[in-house]
């Protein structure tokens, strides 16, 4: 079973960085492309950034300039670089991951269960 677990999250005040970790687990043919999302009190989940397996990234206009996606396949794990954080950046964030697995016909995506960033004026 695939498992993604975010790490990273926390309190910071406007204007500050946080860089969150989502690591993968589990037996995995192929990880194509893995990405993040948020989700804040009352609003719906919503695209920050994803990154194929080869490296083509899509960010929401929203972080654009600020917040930076990578990925180390060696480690399984997909990055968020969050910059400039504003308070609007307060929310849940999940990672997910397009993931193909061994003898599979097609890829599954799968989530981790979210890490929590507070951003505080």
């Known amino acids: 079973q695939v498992q993604l677990v975010e790490s990273g999250g926390g309190l910071v005040q406007a204007g500050g960085s946080l860089r969150l970790s989502c690591a993968a687990s589990g037996t995995m043919l192929t990880i194509n492309t893995m990405g993040w999302y948020r989700q804040a009190p009352g609003k719906q989940r919503e695209l920050v950034a994803t990154i194929t397996a080869v490296r083509l990234t899509n960010y929401a206009d929203s972080v654009k300039g600020r917040f930076t996606i990578s990925r180390d396949d060696a480690k399984k794990t997909v990055y968020l670089q969050m910059n400039s954080l504003e308070l609007d950046d307060t929310a849940v964030y999940y990672c997910?991951?397009?993931?193909?697995?061994?003898?599979?016909?097609?890829?599954?995506?799968?989530w981790g269960q979210g890490t929590q960033v507070t951003v505080s004026s």
């Open positions: 997910n991951a397009d993931v193909r697995l061994p003898f599979a016909v097609s890829s599954e995506t799968y």
